[in-house]
């Protein structure tokens, strides 16, 4: 069984642009979480989706947003970059509500 | 919203030794507690977890007790080997949203 996939592993952008992750979950997972991991920060909730449909949502600003589409892969974009959104972007599937989470690799996003 | 705290920080033993971390929550509706082990370059992978009806659970050489009363969970690991080297994370979860602690570095010296 295929695991959490995300893509790209390592991306460095430009403060003001903005940036599409992706996460493939495991197959027959439906439930889709994201979170960004800094040093200071540790692992800080951004969003979960479930069947295409945003379920939780953390503390971050309206530039980061994300969407799941039917066959469960995910996306979330950030607009308009700043130095303080580099981070590593990890993606967690899950089969049910509270069940364990799989986590990527992670994506680490560098903004210079 | 719910508070994950962690302790400690980092965490550094001799191989044989016994290691344990702790954590408090403050949401009393938390009812999912797992924990996570992640290597340099890796994501979390879980290692354990326990549910709010149950108030300890071992595999192997890794248990974790739960006093919901007091809102805290422990990470026990005996017998530690090299490979139990990484950074732990402990979470509360409720209705799907997972809070997690700041995370404990552990060192297992050889």
């Known amino acids: 069984k295929a695991g959490v996939t995300q893509t790209p592993r390592y991306l460095i952008k430009t403060r003001g642009q903005q940036v599409t992750l992706s996460c493939s979950p495991i197959?027959?997972?439906?439930?889709v979480s994201w979170y960004q991991q800094t040093p200071g920060q540790g692992l800080q909730f951004l969003f979960e989706?479930?069947?295409?449909?945003?379920?939780n949502k953390g503390n971050f600003p309206g530039r980061f947003s994300g969407r799941q589409f039917s066959n469960s892969r995910s996306e979330m974009n950030v607009s308009t970059l700043e130095l303080g959104d580099s981070a590593l972007y990890l993606c967690?599937?899950?089969?049910?509500?509270?069940?364990?989470?799989?986590f990527g690799q992670g994506t680490r996003l560098t903004v210079v | 919203g719910e508070n994950v705290e962690q302790h400690p920080s980092t965490l550094s033993v001799q191989e044989g030794d016994s290691a344990v971390i702790k954590c408090t929550y403050s949401?009393?509706?938390?009812?999912?507690f797992p924990w996570y082990k992640q290597e340099l370059g890796k994501g979390p992978q879980l290692i354990i977890d326990?549910?709010?009806?149950?108030g300890e659970k071992k595999d192997q050489r890794i248990a974790v007790t739960l006093n919901k009363t007091a809102k805290h969970f422990s990470l026990h690991i005996t017998e530690t080997q090299p490979e139990d080297s990484a950074v732990y994370f402990c979470?509360?979860?409720?209705?799907?949203?997972?809070?997690f602690g700041d995370g404990t570095t552990l060192t297992v010296k050889p």
């Open positions: 979470a509360a979860s409720v209705a799907g949203k997972s809070t």
């Open positions: 197959s027959g997972h439906r439930s």
């Open positions: 326990i549910r709010s009806n149950v």
């Open positions: 967690a599937s899950k089969a049910g509500v509270n069940t364990e989470a799989f």
């Open positions: 989706y479930f069947s295409e449909t945003q379920r």
């Open positions: 949401d009393s509706a938390s009812n999912y």
